[in-house]
């Protein structure tokens, strides 16, 4: 389980772990994005257009860093890390491109979500385009073992959507349900970035499983914060453009312990504005209060630092180095975001 030393990061005392990291990754990155460009070019127009809309709309690619973080870690690979970190990212990309048709979302890192500008058709099928670039990045390292996380990813990314839109809507959908429905979606890709960053990096067993396992983690923490950020983090406290699972009928943790512990008129309140697009910003104070009454956004950050604290864990195994610590504290910053 070796693990390389990564040289001392020249930063400022103020950066925090995430900045941390994309200083670390920098170098890599700079080919990631770069090859990422080139795979988004195609000779019909509204591919790269289409593809470059979204790719361009300023996220951090936290899931590719995390591949190229964990191939340096162990810091013995051949430079597969790159197009495995080019292939995350475009699964990722194809994923939001499909998600904002399913939930007829309006905005995508605050601009018109693509579906908004090309369609749902152009935004599925770029999304297809993607998806097939991926695999195709994948396939010319050579890698089958990789290959094979990657696209068992892909799969089970696509079931977790299935799932979560059969219980769209669903006052019976259960914790457990919902625990499902974010490992798929969400967890999964976060582990499988890690997981194939380590084997790139010449990780043995126990080092491969301690960065899956990270990944993981990390990602049923993130999602969760996610879905406790939809209603203002812990405190409750409603922003711009809060309130779109309510009204997309997305049954997340929130809703579900509120619906658990609510009184009948609490339940009915909270019922009547799930699903409806039409839910006024007043209606979405008045379910807010219900699970600030509970103490359901609390709850859910509460259940993502448990899981933070395992994906920690995880990394307890690996020799000190500079990385380790980063991604270690990757983990503290993700979850902090809520509070």
């Known amino acids: 389980m ?3 030393v990564l ?3 020249n930063r400022k005392p103020e950066m925090n772990p995430v900045e941390r990291l994309m200083a670390a990754t920098a170098e890599d990155m700079a080919r990631v994005n770069a090859l990422i460009l080139e795979r988004a070019e195609s000779h019909v127009d509204m591919v790269p257009e289409l593809a470059r809309y979204l790719i361009d709309s300023g996220g951090k690619r936290l899931r590719p860093m995390l591949t190229v973080a964990a191939s340096i870690l162990f810091g013995q690979g051949k ?10 990212e475009f699964m990722h990309n194809a994923t ?3 998600d904002d048709v399913v939930d007829d979302s309006d905005l995508r890192r605050g601009k018109p979500a693509a579906h908004m500008v090309w369609g749902n058709k152009a935004s599925i099928l770029v999304g297809d385009f993607l998806l097939g670039q991926a695999f195709m990045m994948m396939v010319e390292t050579g890698d089958i073992d990789a290959l094979g996380v990657l696209s068992s990813a892909s ?3 696509a079931e977790g959507e299935v799932f979560q839109l059969a219980k769209t809507g669903d006052l019976d959908t259960t914790e457990a349900d919902y625990a499902e429905v974010i490992r798929a979606k969400t967890a999964v890709l976060f582990k499988a970035a890690c997981e194939v960053g380590a084997m790139s990096g010449g990780a043995d067993d126990a080092g491969r499983k301690a960065l899956a396992l990270y990944g993981l983690e990390l990602g049923n923490a993130f999602q969760l914060v996610d879905d406790a950020l939809d209603y203002g983090g812990q405190s409750g406290t409603l922003g711009k453009n809060v309130g779109d699972d309510l009204r997309e009928g997305k049954m997340t943790l929130p809703v579900i312990l509120a619906l658990k512990a609510a009184t009948e008129s609490e339940r009915n309140l909270i019922a009547s504005a799930l699903g409806n697009a039409e839910t006024t910003d ?3 104070h008045q379910v807010v209060a219900i699970f600030n009454r509970y103490e359901t956004l609390k709850k859910t950050l509460d259940k993502a630092q448990a899981h933070a604290k395992a994906a920690i864990e995880a990394l307890s195994a690996l ?4 990385m380790k610590t980063i991604l270690a504290d990757v983990v503290v910053h993700s979850v902090s975001r809520a509070s």
Do not use: T
């Open 79 to 88: 430079g597969s890390a790159i197009n495995f970190a080019a292939a995350v």
């Open 7 to 9: 040289p001392q990061i």
């Open 2 to 4: 070796a693990v390389s």
């Open 96 to 98: 939001l491109l499909h």
């Open 319 to 322: 020799p000190e180095s500079e």
């Open 282 to 284: 007043l209606e979405v």
């Open 155 to 157: 799969a089970v990314m």
